[in-house]
Nanobody, 126 residues
Framework: QVQLVESGGGLVQAGGSLRLSCAAS????????MAWFRQAPGKEREFVAR????????YYSDFVKGRFTISRDNAKNTLYLQMNSLKPEDTAVYYC???????????????????WGHGTQVTVSS
């Protein structure tokens, strides 16, 4: 059974930075593409960023491109999301997720990720 545990969320002022981490259990972390999603109150879960199994390919949603960076350390079974120039509209619960199929680049669709963390709250004050 795979477990994903997010950490690093908190309260930050607009313009500030946070670094989220997602620690994965098991030996197969490096075989799967990973992604970050977020969900704000009253809104649907939305795609933030995804990274291929090797870390060599990344993709971002338009609203975080240039501000957020997704990365991974397969030796440490950990996924990261560096968030800079935060805005109040970035306030949400952030989730990491593992793709259901090994290899590949990942996807923007939440339906193809079959393991999810419980989320970490990010609050950006104006």
């Amino acid at each position: 059974q795979v477990q994903l545990v997010e950490s690093g969320g908190g309260l930050v002022q607009a313009g500030g930075s946070l670094r989220l981490s997602c620690a994965a259990s098991g030996r197969t972390f490096g075989n799967y593409a990973m992604a970050w999603f977020r969900q704000a109150p009253g809104k649907e879960r939305e795609f933030v960023a995804r990274i291929s199994w090797s870390g060599g390919n990344t993709y971002y949603s338009d609203f975080v491109k240039g501000r957020f960076t997704i990365s991974r350390d397969n030796a440490k079974n950990t996924l990261y999301l560096q968030m800079n120039s935060l805005k109040p509209e970035d306030t949400a619960v952030y989730y990491c997720a593992r793709h259901q199929i090994g290899g590949g680049l990942g996807s923007t669709l939440p339906s193809v990720y079959n393991y999810w963390g419980h989320g970490t709250q990010v609050t950006v004050s104006s």
